[in-house]
């Protein structure tokens, strides 16, 4: 899991804590199950059995792999449609190739982020690229669906790429810890995404024994996701484990540990934390659109068939069939 590293005795340190702020206690803590998106490329359903009022301004949230794919196997998406909220598609192993009709597009991997704003509509595909499907290997990546509040549901669509080095690197108050600051602000440094809503999303990986304790702010939300390893979360230390989600009440500060002890493929403990500012508006969600009413999702239905979102390419990027060796 390389995603971006660095020597975090060179880094800034996070600061630290004031003597009036609180700990974030634990709200609650579950288990994603295990699925299939797209063609067929396996994801844990990071936010399954939460309620949208602890999760918004986020919607959905697909742990995609960590998988060892053999030759042939790599799977992506087919072009489908969008509208109302963001995809941000965190790329830590392998790469994904990216096009939409509105000219956004490019090879993410191994630290790297697209972050796609759907708005009005668009049509996009995820597929990973001809020599990984020919040869196989790594894949593990995180997408996250953020929410756009009323007023942005019809924004142009907009396409960032941000690349692995782009993100602002901080370290834990002892250096045990690398944590990438991908969007919004933490402890005054910022990342490198744009966002229509105000949220900090970060992934820290914490060494064998070694704890972070970071500031966050008071208005947002607080969720930390496992993607790998064993540790504990909150004053308490709540145990936590690959696949779950903690979600936090609220206070100013976040406490993430690692157990001394990690499984043998494991060397560090690997969370997202993300947090935004609650939109509080009613959210109507099926499949690729979430807007506010039934009656915006009808449209969005009949603008799509309509073909009001845009059109795949000429050249557009299709999902590659490895050929079968011929027999010997």
Request: avoid cysteine; charged fraction near 20%; hydrophobic fraction near 35%.
């Amino acid at each position: 899991m390389p995603a971006v590293t660095a020597d975090t005795l060179t880094l800034p340190r996070v600061s630290a804590a004031h003597p009036t702020d609180t700990e974030r206690p634990i709200r609650s803590v579950t288990t994603g199950p295990r699925g299939h998106e797209g063609e067929g490329f396996p994801v844990v359903r990071a936010f399954a059995g939460v309620s949208a009022a602890s999760l918004d301004p986020f919607v959905h949230m697909d742990q995609m792999g960590e998988v060892e794919y053999q030759p042939g196997e790599p799977k992506g998406t087919d072009w489908h449609p969008h509208r109302g909220f963001e995809t941000v598609t965190y790329m830590i192993d392998g790469r994904f190739q990216h096009q939409d009709s509105h000219g956004g597009g490019g090879l993410i991997g191994d630290g790297a982020t697209q972050w796609m704003t759907a708005g009005s509509g668009i049509l996009h595909i995820e597929t990973p690229p001809v020599e990984l499907v020919e040869s196989g290997g790594l894949f593990h990546g995180v997408q996250l669906w953020v929410n756009l509040p009323k007023k942005d549901k019809f924004v142009t669509p907009r396409y960032q790429a941000i690349e692995g080095t782009d993100v602002a690197l901080l370290s834990s108050d002892d250096g045990g810890a690398l944590i990438r600051v991908i969007a919004g602000q933490l402890d005054g440094h910022r990342g490198p995404g744009v966002t229509h809503t105000p949220i900090t999303m970060a992934h820290a990986t914490i060494q064998p024994g070694a704890r972070i304790n970071i500031p966050w702010n008071r208005t947002y939300n607080a969720l930390v996701y496992v993607l790998a390893g064993r540790g504990s979360v909150g004053s308490v230390a709540h145990p936590i484990l690959p696949r779950q989600l903690a979600v936090l009440g609220p206070g100013d500060r976040i406490t993430i540990s690692a157990e001394a002890t990690q499984e043998s493929r494991v060397s560090a403990l690997e969370v997202l934390i993300l947090g935004g500012e609650p939109i509080r508006e009613p959210v109507v969600h099926y499949g690729p659109f979430v807007m506010n009413t039934k009656a915006e999702l009808i449209q969005a239905l009949d603008d799509f068939q309509a073909g009001k979102f845009g059109h795949v390419p000429p050249d557009g990027l299709m999902p590659h069939r490895r050929t079968s060796s011929p027999a010997s």
